[in-house]
């Protein structure tokens, strides 16, 4: 499996933001500009090194590629082990675009609220977090050493956590706290699978360890498995967000900076549907089989019962949040619907939504910091004032409706075309959540630009003021993605779809016979 | 094997292997020197002396802990048993020791120090200005020292006898400690009154204890016991009645649940430094004795006293947990979780293994750092009457002093068992030395507790940085050179346990064999 690069992508593309965070947190308060553009500086050069990985990363060559292994804790099996098969890669490549664009999207929030009030938060302490948040979330996605992916998984809550506590807006302590305690008690029984499992290790192969490969080829008990799969999924299941385990976004993404939010909606969360993947798939074969029915039911409860909760909402984060919660539950149906396609769809939705509600987060932050206030009501008619700014919000939300020639259209009639062949009702049933996420999208859209102007929005000075030349730069790579993996998705799929098909063939299911559209990539 | 004085007609004394018992002759020795320089040096030469000699002494308890370690016998007539536990825990026992002890000594943050000798001349009375005036009580050193030996010569006590001396040792000095703050004089009395009241009881109970075993065995040697165990002859009534009694002893100093009451108390109302004392090297030597205790002398036989221990971890585990959730005072939520964290290392305990001996030594040497700093940082959150141990009062920290508020979530985190400190490592250790023993249910109970317990200390890390300081928040003295050192131990040694745990990790696993 070692790949032929002797160069260690994995681990300098992990210390790279590491070395960034320490950087950025030694320098001086009192200049901002200089820690906002090292800052910068480091994520783009994140960007750069990710794009150097992409373009050595070879589509038809060995499952995981990448790879490196230093050892770390001896006694209990532990090591620094990376690498990334396609999966993993995409969601690097995510990463490394979005933490640059959200660095410039977030460039004023530490230095006020969304809501306008004049912040007293540090500076370089903001910066320094989002650094480290990048490079704990690249060690999730590059780690395969199942302790390594713990240590990372665990480790993400602690920025994210300083992130929307120190820097969210209204009820960010309570959000922080919840996020974290819901994450928390989450890890805590994957950790106790995870000790599960390392202990049959000890017993089947004579020594325990960690190591991703060693671990996928044990035989563990059906009983057993259905045990240690419940401990992870539960884990990835709070982290995705899925229904039932759902409650805490909402209050993190309403409560958050709306860059952070992108980040926490678009990349952080999609540990546990990469986790899902990753670990319960291969390592749990027989259990992720048998528990498939249930977690499909509550995927497609997800579906619809967060679309319909976001039709609710009137607060702007708060109604993103949801429709992110519809979209986990989409790709979740993706995952477990066992069949390449659909499961191909699912790691493209973890991509494109990524991108999309990325956008559409950074865009309500936008508007939010324009109006002071993150409720719908507070809008009406804001189109007149923003034509721009409108426009783009207008793409980002069809590109999370889905709309035909949007990135995210490829990836969900991939979902619910791959499901449809093996689930049949729980792929018409979830197409109903597509209607719902045209209803959620288009009035949102309605309520806030178009109509009658309100007229308190004459009175808020900035609303005068349509995207500013970073807004623009902000935007436009996302625009761009979306609209180019929208009519253009091979690429990614190239890179996707082999890691999935060996993931189901870890699993011991191959695609049903082709009814219908099988056979076109 | 050392024992053949029982041949001998008339009284013969036992081989002694002097250099073995050389770290506890040290810290007595030392101690007793710190008695007489009480007595015969003058007041302002006693503070220097007497820290000297602590710290002196503890560094060289620790040389001669090194200096012996790899060897395994007993001495002493098999009264003191030099084997891996023993020196393993000696050794936690002088390295926290020496990092409670810099807190003891420690002048700047409270000018004068900690402590009075007179704790009980009534307040405002002229006696009461002109002690206020001095400087502390010096007697703290040698107490101290005493206290420390006895921990060292208790987890290296081979029979019950001794265990019982030792246990005697190091609980009467701490008792002392307990009621000798300069600052809320009542509360650390009434905490010495309780901690004494009940500690006399458990003692109690732990010679009674003693007592019904030596009806059962014959004798109270470790090795007899776990000989007589073994046969199936014996009144298993008296064996029951005493390790149940022995239990209650050894489980009321490491603060289980139901034994734990007196830790609240007696934690919020001991000077700080003593607590911070009483939380890292109690605990080390309680969890020694108890090693010894359930691993050594009662194996699993004709009794199987495990379900009742299980029982005890997962309601020490839960009750820790969920009364640290109610609390409003950081001494008293850093109490509860002390008593959640008896629950997590007892977990290592019941795996009954070698990998749940090492992975129990690690975790009270992993705790005992952490928690030694954490009291550290609560010495220097201060406002004029002392003290701020409210958590109203430390509001805002994080914007008065980032340093302090940085390194104290950090400590927190690592309580709360992130990984990359050593909370994590540690609790990785004993929660996979039990499962690999099958305590599948303590394991559970464990995560869900440690869950629960992360929202306590979230909320200490809510308060410090996302609420807003108020007009009183303490000022954060500027620690001496002692704390401030204290406290860089304590912190390096949690993150550096938790970054790079292979080389205590196998010291530990290297030194789990015991010798009977």
Same mark, same amino acid.
């Not at chain 1, 974290?180 to 994450?183: A, D, R, T």
């Not at chain 2, 308890?61 to 060897?71: E, F, H, N, Q, T």
């Not at chain 2, 609980?171 to 010495?192: D, I, K, T």
């Not at chain 2, 303590?442 to 869900?448: D, E, F």
């Given at each position: ?29 009192d200049?901002?500009?200089l ?27 060995d499952?995981?590629q ?17 690498a ?15 933490t ?5 999207a ?6 006020r ?5 004049p ?15 990048e ?10 050493d199942?302790?390594?992916f ?21 009820r ?7 996020f974290?305690?819901?994450?928390l008690?989450?890890s ?22 960690f ?7 044990l035989?563990?008990s059906q ?10 999924f539960?884990?990835?299941a709070?982290k ?5 385990f759902h ?6 993404g ?12 678009g990349?952080?969360?999609?540990a ?29 409860i997800?579906?619809?019962?967060a679309?319909?909760l976001?039709?609710g909402?009137?607060?702007?984060k ?32 973890m ?15 936008m ?6 206030s ?15 700014l ?10 999370s ?13 991939l979902?619910?075309?791959g ?19 045209a ?8 309520r ?18 349509d995207?500013?030349?970073r ?8 625009v ?17 779809e ?24 | ?8 007609? /008339?009284?013969?004394l036992?081989?002694i ?8 002759l ?12 009480e ?10 002396l ?10 060289a ?11 395994r016998?007993?001495t ?9 536990p023993?020196?393993?825990l ?9 990092v ?5 000594a420690?002048?700047?943050? /409270? ?8 704790a ?16 502390g ?17 208790f ?15 190091f ?22 009154v ?25 004798t ?5 016991l ?5 046969e199936?002859?014996?009144n ?12 209650v ?24 430094p ?6 890292a090297?109690t605990k ?9 205790v ?16 299980v ?48 992975s129990?030594?690690?975790y ?34 994080g ?7 940085a ?7 690592a ?17 996979s030395?039990a ?26 890390v ?6 807003e300081?108020a ?16 406290l860089t131990?304590?912190?390096l ?17 290297q ?6």
């Open positions: 499996m070692t790949g032929m690069q002797a160069f260690p992508f994995l681990s300098v593309l992990t210390l790279l933001p590491l070395v960034g965070a320490i950087v950025v947190a030694t320098l001086p308060r200049n901002p500009r820690v906002k553009a090292t800052a910068l500086g480091f994520s783009l050069a994140v960007a750069a090194f990710a794009g150097l990985m992409w373009a050595a990363y070879n589509v038809t060559g499952r995981f990448f790879r490196e292994s230093y050892p770390w804790i001896p006694q209990w099996g532990v090591k620094f082990t990376f990334a098969d396609g999966i993993a890669l995409v969601m690097l490549a995510l990463i490394a675009i979005l640059p664009i959200v660095i410039l977030s460039w004023h929030d530490a230095e609220t969304d809501t306008g009030e912040g007293r938060r540090s500076v370089p302490a903001f910066f320094a977090l989002l650094l480290a948040l490079c704990t979330m690249i060690g999730v996605f590059a780690a395969a199942v302790f390594l713990f240590v990372f998984f665990e480790a993400m809550l602690v920025p994210m956590y300083f992130l929307i506590g120190s820097f969210g807006g209204a960010r302590q309570y959000a922080a706290v919840k974290f305690v819901y994450s008690a989450g805590a029984l994957l950790l106790a699978a995870l000790i599960g499992l390392w202990v049959i290790s000890a017993d089947q192969l004579g020594q325990a360890t190591d991703w490969a060693k671990l996928s080829q035989d563990i009983n057993t498995q259905r045990w240690l799969f419940l401990g992870f539960v884990a990835f709070v995705a967000p899925f229904f039932p409650t805490w976004l909402p209050d993190a309403g409560a958050a900076p709306a860059g952070t939010a992108a980040i926490l909606v990349v952080l969360d999609k546990g549907t990469f986790g899902m993947l990753r670990y319960c798939l291969p390592l749990f074969p027989d259990a992720s089989r048998y528990f498939a029915p249930m977690v499909l039911v509550i995927a497609l997800g579906v619809l019962y679309a319909l976001a039709i909402q009137n607060d702007l708060r109604l993103v949040s949801y429709t992110s919660i519809s979209h986990f539950g989409f790709i979740g149906i993706g995952i477990f619907a066992f069949t390449s396609q659909a499961g191909t769809g699912a790691v493209l939705y991509v494109t939504h990524g991108l999309a509600t990325g956008l559409l987060f950074l865009v309500v932050g508007l939010v910091v324009r109006r002071g993150a409720l719908i009501s507070d809008f009406g008619g804001a189109g007149k004032l923003l034509p721009v409108s426009g783009v919000f207008f793409i980002a939300g069809l590109a409706l889905s709309l035909p020639g949007t990135a995210p259209f490829v990836s969900e009639f979902v619910l075309l499901a449809f062949s093996t689930n049949q009702w729980v792929a018409v049933l979830a197409t109903l959540g597509v209607v719902l996420g209803g959620y999208v288009l009035w949102m859209y309605q806030t630009m178009q109509g009658t102007l309100n007229p308190t929005l004459t009175e808020a000075p900035r609303m005068r003021q995207l500013t030349r807004e623009v730069v902000v935007v436009a790579p996302l761009a993605l979306i609209l180019l993996l929208g009519v253009y998705p091979k690429p990614v799929i190239d890179v996707i082999p890691a999935v098909q060996a993931t189901l063939s870890d699993l011991g299911v191959s695609d049903p016979v082709p009814s219908s559209a099988k056979g076109d990539k | 094997m050392a024992t053949r004085l029982l041949a001998a007609p /008339e009284l013969k036992p081989d292997d002097y250099a073995a018992l050389a770290p506890m040290i810290l007595f020795g030392a101690a007793c020197v710190g008695v007489l320089v007595a015969f040096v003058p007041r302002r030469l006693r503070y220097r007497q820290v000297s000699l602590a710290i002196g002494g503890l560094v308890a620790l040389v001669m802990v090194v200096v012996v370690s790899g060897r016998f007993t002493a007539g098999a009264a003191i048993a030099v084997d891996g023993a020196l393993f000696q050794g936690t026992v002088a390295v926290l020791g020496l409670a002890m810099l807190l003891i420690d002048r700047t943050v /409270e000018p004068g120090g900690s402590f009075i000798s007179q009980s001349v009534a307040v405002g009375t002229p006696a009461d200005r002109q002690q206020s005036s001095q400087p009580a010096t007697e703290v050193y040698p107490l101290a020292l005493f206290a420390l030996g006895g921990m060292m010569m987890v290296a006590a081979n029979d019950l006898l001794t265990l019982f001396v030792a246990l005697e040792v609980s009467l000095p701490l008792y002392l400690l307990c009621g000798l703050a300069r600052r809320r004089r009542l509360l650390s009395q009434e905490a010495a309780k901690y004494f009241l009940l500690g006399a009881f458990s003692s109690a109970f732990f010679l009674y204890g003693v007592a019904l075993l030596y009806g059962f065995a014959g109270v040697q470790m090795a007899g776990r000989r007589a165990v073994g199936t002859d014996r298993s009534t008296l064996l029951v009645l005493g390790l149940s009694m022995l239990a002893g050894l489980l009321f100093k490491a603060a289980a649940v139901p034994f734990h009451v007196w830790t609240p108390d007696v934690y919020q109302g001991a000077p700080t003593v607590t911070a004392l009483m939380a090297c080390a030597a309680a969890f020694g004795g108890l090693l010894r359930f691993v050594i002398a009662f194996p699993v036989g004709a009794v199987d006293w495990r379900p009742v221990l029982v005890i971890a997962i309601v020490t585990m839960l009750v820790g947990a969920i009364l640290a959730v109610t609390q409003t005072d950081i001494k008293r939520l850093l109490a509860y979780s002390s008593i959640a964290n008896a629950g997590y290392a007892l977990t290592g305990v019941l795996a009954l293994n070698r990998e749940g001996v090492a129990t030594m690690f009270v040497l992993a705790y005992g750092f952490a928690v030694l700093a954490a009291f550290g940082i609560v010495t220097l959150v201060r406002d004029p009457d002392g003290e701020a141990t409210h958590l109203a009062r430390w509001a805002g920290l914007r008065r002093s980032p340093l302090v508020a390194l104290f979530t950090f400590l927190l985190l309580f709360v068992g992130i990984p990359l400190t050593s909370g994590f490592t540690s609790k990785f250790a004993v929660f030395a499962l690999g023993a099958d305590q599948v249910a303590l394991v559970i109970v464990g995560m869900v507790s440690s869950a629960i317990l992360a929202f306590p200390y979230l909320r200490v809510v308060l410090m940085y996302l609420s300081p007009e009183d928040t303490p000022t954060v003295s500027v620690p001496g050179v002692f704390t401030a050192t204290s131990i304590g912190v040694a949690t993150a550096v346990l938790g970054l790079a745990p292979e080389a205590v990790l196998d010291i530990a696993s030194a789990a064999g015991f010798v009977t």
